[in-house]
């Protein structure tokens, strides 16, 4: 009976063992991201997966890297790129939980809708980033406006929307009798 016990306790421990074995923390620089594309119609946001290279404890680093993906052809002829090549200017500052990415004057010719679906792919990348919890967009000096001309200050990934539908003005028509 004590030779059952302890042959089912050590196999008991053993499946435990092998069970926590894959618990354990992923390396640096092996952290999944996903970077945000437009598709090529411009009308939705489509992640994709990325693995990022750079020292999870180097934030910067890791925030170049993302912009980097953000800036790069993503070599599928259904995605665009967020960042154009237009967009020849980009500097970014960091300060405390605040990313702000300044970016240049063609930033602001881009049509609105895209503009906004930009703005949703690289907000929603760079909130990945450890430490980052807002964003704001600069244009030349200026903090990004609005069609109205107001400032739309700082982002989160709250600020936006999604639609997992596949239009976005949608309309249901019924026939209703007495």
């Given at each position: 009976?004590?030779?059952?016990?302890?042959?089912?306790?050590?196999?008991?421990?053993?499946?435990?063992?092998?069970?926590?074995?894959?618990?354990?923390?992923?390396?640096?620089?092996?952290?999944?991201?996903?970077?945000?594309?437009?598709?090529?119609?411009?009308?939705?946001?489509?992640?994709?997966?990325?693995?990022?290279?750079?020292?999870?404890?180097?934030?910067?680093?890791?925030?170049?890297?993302?912009?980097?993906?953000?800036?790069?052809?993503?070599?599928?002829?259904?995605?665009?790129q967020?960042?154009s090549?237009?967009?020849?200017?980009?500097?970014?500052?960091?300060?405390?939980?605040?990313?702000?990415?300044?970016?240049?004057?063609?930033?602001?010719?881009?049509?609105?809708?895209?503009?906004?679906?930009?703005r949703?792919?690289?907000v929603r990348?760079?909130?990945?980033?450890?430490?980052?919890?807002?964003?704001?967009?600069?244009?030349?000096?200026?903090?990004?406006?609005?069609?109205?001309?107001?400032?739309?200050?700082?982002?989160?990934?709250?600020?936006?929307?999604?639609?997992?539908g596949?239009?976005?003005?949608?309309?249901?028509?019924?026939?209703l009798?007495?």
């Amino acid at each position: 009976m004590k030779t059952k016990r302890a042959v089912f306790l050590c196999l008991l421990l053993c499946l435990a063992a092998a069970g926590l074995a894959g618990c354990g923390k992923k390396s640096d620089g092996d952290r999944e991201y996903q970077v945000y594309y437009l598709n090529k119609e411009s009308t939705k946001i489509v992640p994709r997966s990325y693995e990022v290279t750079a020292d999870e404890s180097d934030r910067e680093a890791v925030i170049q890297e993302l912009i980097q993906q953000l800036s790069s052809d993503s070599g599928d002829a259904e995605y665009k790129q967020p960042i154009s090549s237009d967009i020849k200017e980009l500097e970014y500052t960091l300060e405390e939980s605040l990313l702000t990415l300044y970016f240049s004057n063609e930033y602001g010719s881009m049509d609105r809708v895209e503009e906004v679906l930009t703005r949703a792919a690289i907000v929603r990348t760079m909130m990945q980033a450890d430490g980052v919890d807002y964003l704001s967009f600069y244009v030349g000096i200026a903090p990004l406006s609005d069609k109205s001309g107001d400032p739309v200050g700082v982002m989160t990934n709250d600020s936006f929307v999604e639609n997992p539908g596949d239009q976005i003005n949608s309309i249901d028509s019924v026939a209703l009798t007495h």
